[in-house]
């Protein structure tokens, strides 16, 4: 029995080193079809995104694009590498569009944001290099994917975004139109003369050569709080000037309200104390 096993095992090593041998040629022909494959899919791609970024076309396209073709490159190599190891095709596509089918409802957010993805390209309710507002999170778009958008926040942090919830939910994007309109409220006193704040606000941002006279600029009274007079100072500037007019108005505001008198509230109450003893000895 122990002889007649040795000569099993020794039949079967045998056997097994056969066919590792028989199939060795084509295992090393399809690891040098992969290795080649990846390099030459690596080289039309980027091809492929020097020409597009010659005949410049949008950012955004231009990565959905390359996104797609390298995908589709990489499943044609992956079809020709298990040709070469001697799968048949004929018999593998139909274990792949069975298996494309559990993969599909497995994968339906993903397949949500590809569709997501195709939606954004279409529509351009951003490209790439606008700040927006999205999910929370507000950055500059530096790519757009096939199945994520990505964005550079003021903080330089990368943040990554689905494209089904881009898609399917409000964006507020800031760099759509030329000029954007800034509305600073500003509280007053109510001792304060409000005639004398207006023209002081008004000489702030027309003195300064950022700021846009079509639309005119203009101060409005918009309310009467508890502790103030609340005055919207309202101008417009071109998109690019927007922050930096922002941050400098802010600064002169405090200084030349300051200096021509009009004081600024501190939130206030009147406080009436009452003697309870006196109550008690009456």
Do not use: C
């Amino acid at each position: 029995m122990e002889d007649i096993s040795i000569e099993s095992i020794t039949g079967l090593a045998n056997l097994f080193l056969d066919k590792v041998i028989s199939y060795l040629p084509s295992v090393i022909a399809a690891l040098v079809i992969l290795i080649l494959g990846f390099w030459v899919i690596k080289l039309i791609v980027g091809r492929v995104r020097k020409v597009m970024e010659k005949r410049e076309v949008d950012p955004g396209v231009r990565g959905f694009a390359t996104s797609i073709l390298g995908i589709v490159l990489k499943i044609v190599l992956f079809i020709v590498v298990i040709s070469k190891l001697g799968v048949e095709t004929t018999s593998f596509a139909a274990i792949l569009a069975a298996a494309g089918l559990a993969i599909g409802l497995a994968l339906q957010g993903s397949l949500s944001n590809f569709a997501g993805g195709v939606l954004i390209i279409i529509l351009k309710p951003f490209r790439v290099g606008d700040f927006i507002d999205a999910q929370g999170e507000s950055g500059t778009v530096t790519e757009i994917t096939i199945f994520y958008t990505f964005l550079t926040t003021i903080g330089n942090q990368r943040v990554v975004i689905p494209n089904g919830q881009l898609s399917n939910n409000k964006v507020v994007n800031y760099s759509y139109e030329p000029i954007r309109r800034n509305a600073m409220t500003v509280g007053i006193s109510y001792d304060s003369d409000i005639k004398k704040t207006r023209e002081v606000l008004l000489n702030i941002v027309n003195s300064d050569e950022r700021t846009l006279k079509d639309p005119e600029p203009a101060v409005v009274v918009t309310g009467l709080g508890d502790n103030s007079v609340d005055l919207s100072l309202r101008f417009w500037a071109k998109r690019e000037d927007y922050w930096a007019l922002n941050f400098d108005t802010i600064e002169k505001l405090k200084i030349e309200l300051e200096d021509a008198g009009v004081s600024f509230p501190f939130p206030q109450r009147d406080v009436h104390l009452f003697d309870m003893s006196k109550e008690k000895e009456s």
